[in-house]
């Protein structure tokens, strides 16, 4: 089974560009365009690892790391931000 990997970003460019990177390497990647979604994609598939945009509208990186690290705390997270 490949591992998995969930990247949260508000911007469609980088979660294409992220994701056909990391597929080529063989992780199968899942997305989520807000910090909502990236909850309930969480939810359903329990990736190995997030990559979390820190620069998001309405629930940001942090506040979203916040909610993850309370339900799963051991889930790893890597913020990320282009600015």
Do not use: C
Not at 12 to 32: P, Y
């Amino acid at each position: 089974m490949a591992r998995t990997v969930l990247i949260v970003d508000d911007e469609q460019s980088i979660r294409q560009s992220l994701q056909g990177i990391l597929s080529d390497e063989g992780l199968e990647v899942f997305t989520a365009s807000s910090g909502l979604s990236a909850l309930e994609k969480i939810e359903e598939t329990l990736p190995d690892i997030v990559l979390l945009d820190i620069w998001m509208p309405e629930m940001d990186g942090i506040d979203t790391l916040v909610k993850i690290k309370a339900s799963y705390p051991n889930l790893p997270v890597v913020m990320m931000s282009g600015h």
